[in-house]
């Protein structure tokens, strides 16, 4: 077996597994012309022991202010719970009918190779801003952006996004022996980049 086969993830050296694109923070309800950069099916085990399976779509905004900045969108329609995977399908049928790919008969779900008509192809996408409940172990309310909607370029206009009020950090201090939140300490928008589409955000 190749070293290269050992990693967990997939080692083929191609350019979308290779390179880190470009991750800011895009505002609330951005409306924005984007390239779809790759698309797949992914499904594997994460080190916790959890299975996964979703589709991944990497867009890279065209255009504007924040050209060039990558959006994933996890698409889930092998998720369990009702009515949240059929609206994952409808988000992937609507996504392959805008991209002219062809119908798949045999009863099985769509592969990465059914998605490869809508790579390099350009869309029309909506993002939105998410911030979770809880803050992060530095005491960070970090936001992070999701894709909600998904048009053909033809005819969408574009529009600029507004970011969403920061929450104030919060400090950890110990009682009865734990970790607690205090009172909010700073009004500041503060720690790391966030992530994009991560299972925090409710799609």
Same mark, same amino acid.
């Given at each position: ?12 050296g ?24 790759s698309a797949? !099916?992914?499904?594997? /085990?994460? $080190? ?8 991944? +779509?990497?867009? &890279?905004?065209? #255009? ?8 994933d969108?996890?698409?889930r ?37 059914? !998605?490869?008509?809508? /790579?390099? $192809? ?8 998410? +911030?979770?409940? &809880?803050?992060? #172990? ?9 894709i ?17 009020a ?9 009682e ?12 500041? !928008? ?12 409710p799609?």
């Amino acid at each position: 077996m190749s070293w290269f086969n050992s990693f967990e993830g997939k080692v083929d050296g191609s350019p979308e597994n290779s390179f880190v694109g470009e991750k800011r923070l895009v505002p609330n309800n951005t409306r924005v012309k984007a390239i779809a950069k790759s698309a797949k !099916l992914e499904e594997g /085990v994460y $080190k916790n022991g959890k299975k996964y399976k979703h589709y991944k +779509i990497t867009f &890279e905004i065209a #255009e504007g202010e924040y050209k060039g900045v990558n959006q994933d969108k996890k698409i889930r329609p092998f998720l369990e719970e009702e009515p949240k995977k059929t609206r994952e399908a409808n988000f992937l049928l609507c996504l392959l009918m805008l991209g002219n790919c062809p119908a798949n008969h045999d009863g099985l779900a769509p592969t990465s190779q059914d !998605l490869m008509p809508i /790579v390099n $192809k350009v869309f029309g996408i909506v993002i939105r801003e998410f +911030i979770p409940k &809880e803050p992060d #172990e530095d005491g960070y309310f970090n936001s992070i952006n999701f894709i909600s909607e998904i048009y053909g370029a033809e005819g969408f206009r574009s529009e600029a996004g507004v970011f969403l009020a920061k929450k104030p950090k919060v400090e950890a201090h110990l009682e009865m022996g734990g970790n607690t939140p205090s009172k909010p300490i700073d009004k500041g !928008l503060g720690g790391p980049a966030p992530a994009s589409d991560t299972d925090l955000a409710p799609y």
